[in-house]
């Protein structure tokens, strides 16, 4: 009898629980379907057929143009309402509707951990306070003569590749010239991985089990739907590769760690202690909240493989488009150039230093209008933890949202009809003034915002400049214009190639 009143309870919870879930969905679509929706949506594909993500942007172009503030993606049967004007970003950035990330970001999951690009609510508070001292700007000084070392490993490769003539493979060598400066900044690991092979292990290296790791999250993420099912990717034939990718990760940033506990402990028992951090390990090591506590083993080793992934990668691609469009657009290379001579006056040495980053305007102008050119990360979501009412439309809570920053950056409604057109003084403070803060989120916004944009920004600033005072770059002609391609960065589809030419000998 008490079993039979067990099962009783048991189905009527089972099925008040899907009755719940069912009328959660009816509530959010039957709001969802009275926003805008591009045609041609398909009742089972949605709008893949229709290739929204394909190479190029060009649907997502037609679209912002179109509905230029916001409007539902069908991704098969799953509808994701899409915000593309600070008017409707907004609200979302700024938590007064939302500041959970969905479940996108559980993709990253055994990578990063429950690290801040995943940690919520009080966790996150607490961890973000903890990492700022990371990024301030006492730490961010010592990390400059950082930048200037692996550009110059960098800029000898270029050497030798414009003395034979030959053109250089730009997101390759930015890739490996970036995880350089990772390494050398998050462990003060000289690794010499632009000019050979990382030591490996069980025939994996860190840089290729991040390459492996980018590469099935971008492949669950657009290609294969099915996979983002937990169950279903760990019975899948790739599941052990990307295992032994993650686990290889949190081994060597938990070695990493636990050996630098080890040498800050011994410096204290010898009377030596760490006063001042040398790097991005001595900063987690060191923060403590304001109860005294740090992070646990596990907690840096989410931060270091964040630090790690969005430390390189972004920044690589950004440097990337960066590059094409100086090569595309002489004549703000050479306002840069003259930029930098200008600060380095006649110096005996081309090293940037710190207080030279400030000066550098026009760069910065140059560097933000790239940015908004091509966005390394196209697009973020959120979940909605307060009901949101857009253009009339309220959205339940638990709706996910995407904002689509390529399309903010591309909205003809914000910034114009030539959005098109590589125009840096679009960045002069009396045009910003003008603009909406939210119109540029390539960093995000609000208090989610990326912690590392300074760092990002000023190893920009340091390649660029040291790249320009040693070398002209142009396109290789008859080479097809470069298209870029969603994945968890916007990357060129095929190796971009640039030419280079040497300047007066300069070194």
Known sequence: MIW????????????????????????????????????????????????????????LLDTVKAFPRVFTLWQGVLPLPVLVHP??????????VANTKSAFYDLFADWVGDGLVRSKSAKWKRNRRLLTHSFHLDVLRTYTPVFN???????????????????IDVNHELVLCTFDVILRTAFSYKSDCQVQALPKEDGIDVLSACDTMTWFIQERMFHNKLLTVPWIFRLSSGYPKYKKA???LRKIAKRGIQDRKKEITDKIEAGDPLTTPRDFLDTLLMAKDEDGNGFTVEEMADEVNTFMFAGHETTATS?????????????HQTKIREEVD???????????????????????????????????????????TAPYTIDGVTLPVGTMLGISIHQLHHNPSVWGEDHMEFKPSRFLPENLAKMDPFAFLSFSAGSRNCIGQQFALNKIKVFVARILRRFRLSLVPGDPAPVANMTVVSKPVIPLYIRLQQINGKS
Not at 87 to 95: A, Q, R
Not at 154 to 164: F, P, R, S, V, W
Not at 362 to 376: C, G, I, P
């Open 4 to 59: 039979q009143v067990f099962g009783i309870l048991f189905v009527t919870a089972f099925l008040w629980k899907l009755l719940a879930s069912l009328n959660k969905i009816l509530s959010e679509r039957g709001a969802i379907r009275k926003l805008p929706c591009p045609p041609g949506a398909h009742w089972l594909f949605g709008h893949q057929k229709q290739g929204p993500f394909d190479p190029g942007y060009k649907w």
């Open 87 to 96: 008017d409707t970003i907004k609200p979302l950035l700024t938590g007064a």
């Open 149 to 167: 070392d692996c550009v110059e490993v960098l800029i000898g490769k270029m050497d030798q590749l414009a003395a034979q003539g030959k053109p």
């Open 246 to 248: 993650f686990e290889y």
């Open 319 to 331: 440097m990337t488009w960066l590059l094409y469009n100086l090569a595309k657009y002489p004549e």
């Open 342 to 384: 200008e600060i380095l006056g006649d110096r005996d040495s081309d090293r940037i230093i710190t207080k030279d980053l400030n000066r550098m305007a026009y760069t910065t102008l140059v560097m933000k209008e790239s940015m908004r050119m091509m966005t390394a990360g196209p697009l973020v979501s959120r979940v909605l």
